[in-house]
């Protein structure tokens, strides 16, 4: 029954996904394929991981999207370690260097916060959000959908914006690239390429393997009763 839904959404042009943890998803796996040919530096269980949460997300009440961001943080910052896709054309966006949070790793990214003033980096399921021109320029704001692991994102002001320091002719020198207060921060001749992809609802997904949010996280095991009440309570965005 599902299947034939699905393709006749498809027939229509909408893009909809299945939850592979309630069902089994043939759409699913051929999604993840077909992203990961596009991105073959991105693991794709990195990618499958992301898959996953955003489609549990949907299933239970969130809305749907156009876009996927995947930030895998269990990279070096000197490599290009974000992905945004275009669910709909199966295309990629942009793969590019983002920087993690200053007291998240040097290089290598190794401790992560959802505490105000931390200046760490959060794991998780967003979802972003408005566009604004702030300190530091044209910026995106981002809610965490994940209690006690990113839903404070909005009140640390973890947003995607362009940083002078996100810059690759660093990593020779010190060996990365700069580091944030905790943001995504992005290069700024690709800034407002990311925040015009992602700004309106699209999802963003960073990745670390922690093993105690892997095993917890509701997204990622696919909880129908705990994203339901985290959706319900506004976190969708």
């Not at 998780?124 to 006690?148: C, N, Q, T, V």
């Amino acid at each position: 029954m599902l299947k034939r839904i699905g393709r006749q959404l498809l027939a229509a042009g909408a893009f909809v996904v299945f939850s592979t943890c309630a069902v089994a998803s043939p759409f699913a796996d051929r999604l993840v394929a077909e992203l990961s040919a596009r991105a073959p530096d991105l693991d794709i269980s990195v990618l499958r991981h992301g898959v996953s949460a955003m489609q549990c997300a949907i299933r239970h009440g969130a809305q749907g999207a156009e876009r996927l961001a995947v930030i895998d943080f269990s990279l070096p910052s000197s490599e290009r370690r974000l992905w945004i896709f275009d669910l709909n054309k199966r295309a990629l966006v942009l793969a590019d260097y983002v920087a993690h949070g200053n007291r998240t790793g040097e290089n290598l990214a190794t401790a992560f916060s959802n505490i105000v003033g931390s200046h760490q980096s959060s794991l998780g399921l967003f979802r972003a959000a408005e566009s604004y021109h702030g300190k530091h320029g044209y910026s995106l704001r981002m809610d965490g959908l994940e209690p006690g692991v990113n839903d404070r994102a909005r009140e640390r002001a973890i947003v995607i914006h362009g940083a002078d320091y996100v810059d690759p002719s660093w990593i020779p020198v010190q060996g990365r690239i700069g580091r944030s207060q905790g943001c995504p921060a992005v290069r700024p001749e690709i800034a407002a390429t990311v925040v015009d992809a992602l700004k309106g609802g699209q999802f963003v997904f960073a990745y670390y393997p922690d093993q105690d949010w892997l095993q917890s996280s509701a997204y990622l095991n696919c909880d129908p009763s705990r994203v339901a009440a985290m959706l319900g309570k506004g976190r969708e965005g």
